[in-house]
T-cell receptor, first 113, second 112 residues
Framework: KAGVTQTPRYLIKTRGQQVTLSCSPI?????VSWYQQTPGQGLQFLFE???????NKGNFPGRFSGRQFSNSRSEMNVSTLELGDSALYLC????????????FGPGTRLTVL | GESVGLHLPTLSVQEGDNSIINCAYS??????FIWYKQESGKGPQFIID?????DKRQGQRVTVLLNKTVKHLSLQIAATQPGDSAVYFC???????????FGQGTRLTINP
């Protein structure tokens, strides 16, 4: 079974721009979660989607948004990029059961200049 | 609020020795815990999980111990190998919650 895939793997943007990242979950998984990873803050939860609905949201500003499609693929968007948005953005999928075992993709490395 | 922390940010062990990575959590209502391994340039890789109704679970060369009395979680890696060098994260899920809270991570270095 193929793992979680994320595109693109690397991205360079400038301040003020917006960016869209994509995640394809493991086949059959209906839950997709997004995390931001930085050296200073570690892994921080952004949001989680299940069956096209946002079920949970972390403490990030409204510039961070996401969506999930009927095939469970998910995108996250960051508008008006700031230097502090430079990070590794990780997507994780799970079957959505109570145990919530999440399987991560390789991440998208975003650099904001 | 929820917080998951690690006692040591770095750990160095000799190849072949056993490693123990510790994690403290603060939410006594957490019902599910996971250990992840993250190698450089990769996303976190699932290692082993444990539910709160258990106190020990074993996998291949790894054992997770859960002490709910002191809210402590540990990962034991037997006969560590160079490929075990990575950052290890513990994560918890609060009861009824739909998200994982991660600790800061421990960097494990294996010395030859």
């Amino acid at each position: 079974k193929a793992g979680v895939t994320q595109t693109p793997r690397y991205l360079i943007k400038t301040r003020g721009q917006q960016v869209t990242l994509s995640c394809s979950p493991i086949s059959g998984h209906r839950s997709v979660s997004w995390y931001q990873q930085t050296p200073g803050q570690g892994l921080q939860f952004l949001f989680e989607y299940f069956s096209e609905t946002q079920r949970n949201k972390g403490n990030f500003p409204g510039r961070f948004s996401g969506r999930q499609f009927s095939n469970s693929r998910s995108e996250m968007n960051v508008s008006t990029l700031e230097l502090g948005d430079s990070a590794l953005y990780l997507c994780a999928s799970s079957a959505g059961t109570i145990t919530m075992t999440q399987f991560f993709g390789p991440g998208t490395r975003l650099t904001v200049l | 609020g929820e917080s998951v922390g690690l006692h040591l940010p770095t750990l160095s062990v000799q190849e072949g020795d056993n490693s123990i990575i510790n994690c403290a959590y603060s939410n006594s209502a957490s019902d599910y815990f996971i250990w992840y391994k993250q190698e450089s340039g990769k996303g976190p890789q699932f290692i082993i999980d444990i539910r709160s109704n258990m106190d020990k679970r074993q996998g291949q060369r790894v054992t997770v111990l859960l002490n709910k009395t002191v809210k402590h979680l540990s990962l034991q890696i037997a006969a560590t190998q160079p490929g075990d060098s990575a950052v290890y994260f513990c994560a918890e899920k609060g009861q009824g919650a739909q998200k994982l809270v991660f600790g800061q991570g421990t960097r494990l270095t294996i010395n030859p």
